[in-house]
């Protein structure tokens, strides 16, 4: 059995560059996806044409820059986060090495064995993002289970982490101590949690017989 041996992080696209090279419905659907998850988030669009949308997602966000031209080696300058969505593979391989030679992580669309990195699933509700990662094998899966989450996880986990914050400000002692008295709180809440969902299921399952 394959494991998922990934390591998941959440990137801070508004303090690094992000490139995409590439301008067409795949482009498009990629910057849309990023603005979504991290709105300031700073992007530079390099392709000789354009979706129309992505023009006017470029004239609505000041923190996208979008250049009318072939890919040069010079717009990996500065780059952290490489996207490339062109309809070369060629071109597309060529690229990926240019990146790797400058430990730029990238991500070849539809290409795993060209990507340092996927984007999965994700869901969000306020402060709280899980992202859902089935290595690369099947993103129809990833947006199943994310789907499962949005309706399992209750919108109050919001207002939650918003008082699980304001809790550990207070907290008093060192970082073990600290983390204790968290632990123990989330496993209250947790616990509740199921107890709710358990309700829940009796409750249909009550329904289902009184059918």
């Known amino acids: 059995m394959k494991t998922n041996n990934l390591y998941p992080i959440f990137l801070k696209l508004d303090k690094i560059q992000t490139l995409i090279v590439g301008g067409g419905s ?8 990023i603005l979504r998850q991290s709105p300031n988030a700073k992007i530079k669009i390099v392709s000789e044409t354009f ?3 992505l023009i006017l997602l470029a004239i609505a966000n000041k923190n996208i820059q ?10 990996l300058v500065g780059v952290k986060v490489l996207i490339v969505a062109t309809n070369s593979n060629r071109l597309n391989a060529d690229i990926y090495q ?9 991500n070849v669309v539809d290409n795993p064995q060209l990507c340092d990195f996927y984007t999965g699933a994700v869901m969000k509700k306020g402060a709280v993002k899980i992202a859902v990662s089935s290595n690369g094998t ?3 899966l990833a ?3 994310r789907d499962v989450l949005e309706e399992v996880i209750p919108d109050e986990v919001e207002q939650t982490a918003e008082l699980l914050l304001e809790i550990r400000a207070r907290l008093k002692g060192d970082l073990t101590t600290k983390v204790k008295s968290l632990n123990s709180i989330t496993t209250v809440l947790s616990n509740d949690l199921k107890h709710c969902e358990k309700l829940k ?4 399952l009550h329904n289902i017989n009184l059918n």
Not at 66 to 75: G, L, Q, S
């Open 143 to 145: 947006k199943r289970i």
């Open 138 to 140: 099947s993103p129809t």
């Open 26 to 33: 795949i482009g498009l659907e990629k910057v849309q996806f």
């Open 51 to 53: 979706h129309s949308q």
């Open 98 to 106: 240019l990146a790797k030679e400058k430990n730029i992580l990238t």
């Open 201 to 204: 299921e009796n409750s249909t």
């Open 66 to 75: 979008i250049a009318e031209r072939k890919f040069v080696d010079e717009d």
